[in-house]
């Protein structure tokens, strides 16, 4: 999965339509001189897979290139704004994971009720809303209006409530929905029935014998949530003027700055991936009964 990814980054730059070099620019006409000093330094001159095996080696000594428009390596761009992204990213999911568990739980518990109906056109309503708008309706309320949470910059962690409630309240209608569905079928089976049966006490069936099962799925969609929350950051951070890679790589998009484009989607891969396999050890300490061979 690693090596995939190192080969559809570096072709993000290679497949491109056009000149590298005329996109960077914008265009606009450059001298022979700095038009070949560019393509030295992206080592556009040399063949493609000399290309790839240059990447490589600046991926193995830390090295991903220098920004454009900057002039700073750009994994000194990166390691400025990421710990702020990790942040956002933690806080978010903190929120999305507490939410979420307790609407689902609430949702199949009260099966068919008010309180079901309820969380349930919540979580549609949630998977429906474009985060970038119920960001703009926070922003409004809680920092306009109200003017109780700061809504832009990032300088202590109430910073961080507006932009991690959008991104959190979001993923929260997904993993609603999945508690639900999966505590509802590990409801209906034998062992549970029987242990309710043996007269136990029903928070006790409910929390210690079947949530074990039914966070399973659920910790797989947590896992693959990851990579959403890394992806709506892009949006959310440009919404609250958040200082975090997903801003850095707007930027960089917009200035047509390759080196840092690439960074920023090689350092996102790779989170995700490192997520996913985080998962697959809590599948684990979740049920000890699941063996990995």
Known sequence: ???????????????????????????????????????????LDLPVHEQYLSYLGGLVRGDLGRSVRTRRPVMEEIRTRYPNTLRLAAASMAIAILIGV???????????????LVVSTLATLGLSVPAFWLGLILIFQFGVTWQLLPVMGFDS????????????????????????SSLLDVLRLDYVRTAKAKG??????????????????????????????????FIIEVVFAFPGIGELAIRAIQYRDFPLIQGVTLVVALTTVAANLLVDVLYGVVNPQIQFS
């Open 157 to 180: 962690w109430r910073h961080l409530i507006l932009p991690a409630s959008t991104l959190g309240l979001i993923l929260a209608a997904a993993i609603s929905r999945m508690v639900r």
């Open 1 to 43: 999965m690693l090596f995939a990814i190192t080969v559809l980054v570096f072709l993000m730059q290679v497949l491109l339509p056009g000149d590298p070099v005329d996109i960077m620019t914008l265009g606009q006409p450059v001298d022979a001189a700095t038009r070949a000093g560019l393509r030295r330094e992206l080592g």
């Open 200 to 233: 136990l006490n029903a928070q006790h069936v409910l929390w210690r014998h079947a949530m074990a099962n039914a966070l399973i799925p659920v910790i797989t969609i947590v896992g693959l949530q990851v990579g959403a929350v890394l992806g709506g950051a």
């Open 102 to 116: 307790l609407t689902g739980v609430l949702a199949a518990v009260y099966r068919d009720t008010l309180i079901d």
